[in-house]
């Protein structure tokens, strides 16, 4: 639906004259982590169930673009990731904006000087497409919104940058908003694009902690794109359809209500069967660790004692997310201090929270 429209005007706004270049765009944009999981794809690059997610705020990426109109019109590209000229991520990032030449004519007739760089290291097994992929999806739209006779509305803007960081990355569609964000088909919405969680929330579950315990840092056995794959043809395939649907209902509840018990049930049930749908793959594999399971098991007991808010969820990796509320705090660090932190690698503990969503960047170091 979206792709014509998005292709039509891409043809009008090419016309334009680029002379008045050069310039730069800069955009932040954050991870996110969710509670519901996109497991599977359908189309191009769309999803087979819908999924919501809480974006984070300290974990995030910075993308400048410095433009100028090429030469004989023969743009050319440079791109530095994490300070680095030549690193492989580099070669995604490419890729995909060349990708987007049928929707963005114009990039084809720039020089683009590209400095991607996240807040996070590479290394530490966290995944970084979301927030890169969205980060890039804002900077070419910002270019784009300044060629325009007919500026995009503010929620235009949006739901186009959510449009492309989708075709880069399906989890950087959701990215481009804060709290929390819901992307593809249930009730409502889309799969084309995210959009924010619009009803009211209630404390403790508006805001909440997010501290990612590192247990590998080691490259992932298997891509999440090959994951995806896998769910083509996966045996629970339907069944899992019917529960991500059934988990979108129930996590809306518990937003709703404030209910942090009904929420931690559907945050571990998908952690869980996230990774249950990988084992029971065909291939099946796994990308748990011992210590992934450690870490579970002693949040689990200490729930059970202490009657502590918090619980978990787990993205495409080793890594294990500890979710609780600001009331909780104090006792939960001290909690993971003592007992999770000797289970990560080289103790290593990345603390975040909710976030508010990406930000423009007007000037800085470049
Ligand atoms: C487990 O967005 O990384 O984190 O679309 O192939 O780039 P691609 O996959 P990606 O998959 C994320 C999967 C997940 C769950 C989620 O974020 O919803």
Known sequence: ????????EAIAISKHDLSSLPRTVGWESPSNIALV?????????????PSISMTLSNMHTQTRIHYARARNDQGRMWLRFNGMDNHPFGQRIQKYINSLATYFPFLKKLDLHIDTRNSFP??????????????????????????????LTTEHFSQKASYMARLGSGSAARSIYGNYVEWGQHAYGSDE?????????REPLSF???????????????????????MDQHPYRQARIGQALSNMEKISRSLRDGDFHSFSEVAEEEA?????????????YTLLRQATIEIIDELRSFRQETGAEVTFTLDAGPNVHVLYPTREKERIREWMNQKLKPL???GKMLHDFTGTGPERLHNGPS
Request: contains cysteine.
């Open 1 to 8: 639906m979206l792709d014509k429209k998005y292709r039509d």
């Open 37 to 49: 999981k996109y497991w599977g794809k359908k189309g191009f690059q769309e999803p087979i169930n």
């Open 122 to 151: 590479h290394s530490a097994g966290m995944a970084s497409s979301a927030s890169a992929m969205s980060s890039l999806a804002l900077a070419i739209c910002s270019i784009e919104q300044g060629l325009r006779e007919d500026p």
């Open 193 to 201: 694009f995210a959009h924010p969680y619009a009803k009211k929330i």
């Open 208 to 230: 909440l902690h997010d501290s990612v315990l590192i247990t590998s840092t080691e490259p992932k056995k298997m891509k999440s794109s090959s994951g995806h794959e896998l």
């Open 272 to 284: 869980l069967s996230l990774h249950a749908l990988m084992l029971a793959s065909r291939p099946g």
């Open 344 to 346: 990560c690698e080289h």
